[in-house]
């Protein structure tokens, strides 16, 4: 079983995963408005986590150093979804996912696919493996980026 990613809080004002590392970096929890929105990013970055190597293995955690602005989207789609997905589960609902639901909209933008609908199908799968691993429903190893890469494949 792989171990979870460290946690270092108040270090740094932003938050971020580092696979490298498998570190994830929390800005202080005073520096929130509230504990939903500190939650909320950390739950954010636990998805991130759940994509490193000894975990789900996604091609935009473990690919990372070498940005590519799709994979990349199609990451931050996962892990926006997965976070609200958790939020859910810890009934920690801040704006009925308002400022969520703009952040998805904005990296489907980026992705600049017209057909945004099999994106967030996609995305909502990722995040659902993503939630289940951190829950305890799926192991590692399971869930990895197959319908991504044959979904990009096939628009190619």
């Known amino acids: 079983m792989a171990k979870p990613p460290v946690i270092k809080e108040g270090r740094t004002t932003q938050a971020s995963y580092r696979p490298a590392t498998d570190t994830i970096q929390m800005p202080a929890f005073k520096r929130f408005k509230t504990a939903e929105d500190y939650h909320l990013t950390l739950f954010?970055?636990?998805?991130?986590?759940?994509?490193?190597v000894s975990r789900l293995n996604r091609k935009g955690v473990i690919e990372r150093e070498a940005f590519k602005e799709k994979e990349y989207s199609q990451e931050e789609l996962i892990a926006e979804i997965g976070a609200a997905f958790?939020?859910?589960?810890?009934?920690?609902?801040?704006d009925q996912h308002e400022q969520s639901a703009a952040y998805v909209k904005s990296w489907l933008e980026v992705l600049g696919d017209p057909d945004h609908r099999r994106w967030i199908v996609?995305?909502?799968?990722?995040?659902?493996?993503a939630?289940?691993?951190?829950?305890g429903r799926q192991k590692e190893g399971q869930g990895g980026?197959?319908?991504?890469?044959e979904a990009s494949e096939r628009k190619s």
């Open 44 to 52: 954010h970055e636990l998805i991130h986590a759940t994509g490193h």
């Open 86 to 94: 958790l939020a859910m589960e810890a009934d920690t609902v801040r």
């Open 122 to 129: 996609l995305s909502a799968n990722q995040a659902g493996r």
């Open 131 to 135: 939630v289940d691993f951190i829950l």
């Open 145 to 149: 980026d197959s319908e991504f890469s």
